[in-house]
């Protein structure tokens, strides 16, 4: 959770997390345990991604590189198509 700000999710409501991290549980991409020695309150949950959950992290990565690398061909066409003088940056 201290992590989520850094990644521009910090204000996501804890609730939601929770809850995706045990439906992602249930699929098998993660693995959690308590842990009672690093804490320095109440025992914590720890997830943890399993061997199935670094091929979905994989192959979920792959597809944002080509989400991006198409994102990035539209905005090319687009700087193109301005610089020669087609549009007008309204």
Do not use: C, F
């Not at 990644?7 to 699929?27: A, C, H, I, Q």
């Not at 109440?42 to 198409?70: I, K, Q, S």
Request: glycine residues 8%.
């Amino acid at each position: 959770m201290d992590e989520l700000e850094s990644y521009g999710l910090g204000d996501v409501n804890t609730s939601v997390v929770y809850r995706v991290l045990r439906d992602m549980e249930e699929k098998g991409w993660v693995a959690s345990s308590w842990d009672e020695e690093e804490t320095k309150g109440p025992p914590r949950r720890v997830y943890e991604l399993t061997e199935l959950g670094d091929e979905v992290l994989t192959w979920w990565t792959n597809d944002l590189r080509e989400t991006r690398a198409m994102i990035d061909r539209v905005l090319e066409i687009h700087t193109q198509h301005m610089e020669e003088g087609q549009g007008d940056y309204h």
